[in-house]
């Protein structure tokens, strides 16, 4: 079955850390790009981070301000997301996405195209 | 705050279309692919719609998309009791360097 399980999601104090991991399974996991994305409670989907496939290229959001690191284990079928210096403004459901992307005729392409059912990450003193 | 700009609700009855706007400018959806997402309530996120207007399998042809310069516009017809979610929008911004959701428009079948 093709699915994407992510993990690792739970409360955290203000400034804590944590590590989201997010398994694949029933595709080819290491020539697709990756990219997680939050939904703060209440509001709607926020773009957090993106991998191209075989992890060359990187891309995050600016608000991010170099807190969180994005990498993939292609051996493992498995993305993940390091965040650090955790904020209140960081809770959120974190889902992680496959993406078809291409660069074609000057314009870039993202389509993300199956998504997990998210994990949940609580910042809370 | 989002780069994009959509409409935060659209309604109409059963059977009726709606359409969904999603506004940017040159360095975004004028400048590159737009996709939709439909967001139903306690469930994952799923594309509708991708490279502006190509339903992926299994996305039935009551949801259409289309693209013009700087604006890009969803529409569901045949609206049904079950379409009622919240899309989006979404397209990588080329001066941002990083992808870009619209903060969503919530439809409702009145």
């Known amino acids: 079955e093709v699915q994407l399980l992510e993990s690792g999601g739970a409360l955290v104090q203000p400034g804590g850390s944590l590590r989201l991991s997010c398994t694949a399974s029933?595709?080819?996991?290491?020539?697709?790009?990756m990219a997680w994305v939050r939904q703060a409670p209440g509001k709607g989907l926020e773009w957090v981070s993106s991998i191209s496939g075989g992890g060359f290229n990187t891309f995050y959001a600016d608000s991010l301000k170099g807190r969180f690191t994005i990498s993939r284990d292609d051996s493992q079928s498995t993305l993940y997301l390091q965040m650090r210096s955790l904020g209140v403004e960081d809770t959120a459901l974190y889902y992680c996405a496959k993406a078809t992307a291409y660069y074609y005729d000057n314009s870039w392409a993202w389509n993300f195209d199956l998504w997990g059912r998210g994990t949940l990450v609580t910042v809370s003193s | 705050q989002s780069v994009l700009t959509q409409p935060p609700s659209v309604s109409a009855a059963p059977g009726q279309k709606v359409t969904i706007s999603c506004s940017g400018s040159t360095s975004n959806i004028g400048k590159n692919y737009v996709s939709w997402y439909q967001l139903l309530p306690g469930t994952a996120p799923k594309l509708l719609i991708s490279d502006n207007d190509k339903r992926p399998s299994g996305i039935p042809d009551r949801f259409s998309a289309s693209k013009s310069g700087t604006s890009a516009a969803l529409g569901i017809t045949g609206l049904q009791t079950g379409d009622e979610a919240d899309y989006y929008c979404g397209t990588w911004d080329t001066s941002l360097n990083g992808f870009v959701f619209g903060p969503g428009t919530t439809v409702t079948v009145l």
């Open positions: 029933g595709f080819t996991f290491n020539i697709y790009a």
